[in-house]
C-alpha cells in the first residue's frame, strides 16, 4: 500500500492539469478506489482532493508570480474551465486572488509533495478479530452533524444530551445481535470528505433484520459482510481515535484486507462513570484484499 500510494503521489504530479483516473489506478494495484482513498486520507491527514487542489495551485502559483502567460491561459493550462473558478481555487489555498499575488508576489501557500515512508512500529499488538455477519439494522436517533478528526465533537454531545433520560435503557432493551450495547455509528462519509463535512451519526444499537422497528427510531439498513473488529482500553476518547489511526498505518497494511463502504460502528463495552476511560469496539466494513 505505500508504493501504491507513492505512486499514486507521482501520477497526480503527471497529471496536475488532468482528470485523474483514480479506479483504474486502484485496479491495476490490486485494491478500490474507496480504500485507496481512505488510507490516503487517514495517512496524509487531508483527503485526495484536497491535496491534488493544494499542489494543483503551488505549481500554479509559480505561474501567476512569473507572468506565465494571462489568467485564463494558467487557469486552462491547470484545469480550469474560466478565471473565476480558478480564482476561487487559488484564494481557497492561497488566501489571496491570482492578481493580487500577481501585483504583490504573495501572500502564497505551498503544498510540497508528499512522500510516504513505512516506518516499523508495530510492538504493541492490536486485538482484532473479523466477524461475519448477516444483514442486519442500526435503529436509534439520528441526526447531522460535521466531522471532527481529534477530540470529543461537541455537536455529537449535544444530540446525546438533548434525548430523554429513558432513551438509553429502552434502545438496550431492543438490541438482539452484534455489535451489542449502545453504539455510536458514523454514516454518509465519503472518502475524500474533509473536516467539517457533514455526515449522519446514529446514537443506537443493532438489531436482526427481521426486528420491527419503532416508528420513532430511524433506520440504517446494512447488507451482509465482514467486519474487522478492533478493541481499545484507555483515556476516552484518545485511544479509541489512536487506534483507528492505527489501522490505516499498522493493521491494514499487514493483512489481506480493505475497506467497503460501510458506516463505522463504535460500541461501548465498558466506562467509567464520568465517562474519561472507556473499552471500545471499533466495527469497520471490510472485503479480502484480493
Given amino acids: 500500500m505505500i508504493a501504491a500510494l507513492n505512486q499514486l503521489v507521482d501520477l497526480v504530479e503527471q497529471h496536475l492539469g488532468d482528470d485523474l483516473e483514480i479506479d483504474a489506478f486502484a485496479s491495476s494495484h490490486g485494491t478500490t478506489e474507496y480504500h485507496l482513498r481512505r488510507m490516503f486520507s487517514s495517512l496524509a491527514g487531508m483527503p485526495l482532493s484536497e491535496y491534488v487542489r493544494r499542489r494543483r495551485m503551488t505549481v500554479a502559483a509559480a505561474d501567476v508570480v512569473r507572468g506565465g502567460g494571462d489568467l485564463l491561459d494558467i487557469a486552462v493550462r491547470h484545469g480550469y474551465g474560466s ?44 486485538d482484532t478479530r473479523i466477524a461475519d455477519r448477516p444483514a442486519f439494522r442500526l435503529i436509534g436517533h439520528a441526526a ?19 434525548l430523554p433520560p429513558e432513551t438509553h435503557p429502552r434502545l438496550k432493551s431492543l438490541s438482539d445481535t452484534e455489535p451489542a ?12 470528505d474533509a473536516e467539517g463535512t457533514e455526515l449522519t451519526y446514529l446514537h443506537g444499537v443493532a438489531v436482526t433484520a427481521g426486528t420491527p422497528v419503532p416508528e420513532d427510531l430511524d433506520t440504517i439498513e446494512l447488507p451482509p459482510g465482514s467486519w474487522a473488529v ?19 498505518t499498522d493493521w491494514f ?38
Avoid at 85 to 91: D, K, Q, T, W
Avoid at 92 to 97: N, T
Avoid at 230 to 248: H, I, K, V
Fill in 83 to 126: 478565471t473565476e473558478a480558478f480564482g476561487r481555487a487559488f484564494r481557497a489555498v492561497h488566501g489571496a486572488g491570482p492578481g493580487d499575488v500577481r501585483r504583490n508576489g504573495g501572500p502564497l501557500r505551498t503544498q510540497p509533495q508528499l512522500r510516504f515512508r513505512l516506518t516499523v512500529e508495530g510492538s504493541t499488538p492490536m
Fill in 144 to 162: 447531522r452533524v460535521p466531522l471532527i478528526h481529534e477530540g470529543v465533537n461537541p455537536h455529537i454531545q449535544e444530540h446525546i444530551a438533548s
Fill in 181 to 192: 450495547g449502545l453504539l455510536s455509528v458514523s454514516d454518509g462519509l465519503e472518502p475524500d
Fill in 230 to 248: 478492533f478493541r481499545s482500553s484507555g483515556p476516552f476518547p484518545e485511544s479509541l481515535q489512536t487506534m483507528w489511526a492505527a489501522t490505516a
Fill in 253 to 290: 497494511p499487514s493483512n489481506p484486507w480493505r475497506l467497503r463502504p460501510g458506516p463505522s460502528i463504535v460500541a461501548t463495552l465498558d466506562r467509567s462513570p464520568d465517562f474519561t476511560t472507556a473499552t471500545c469496539e471499533l466495527w469497520l466494513p471490510v472485503e479480502p484484499a484480493s
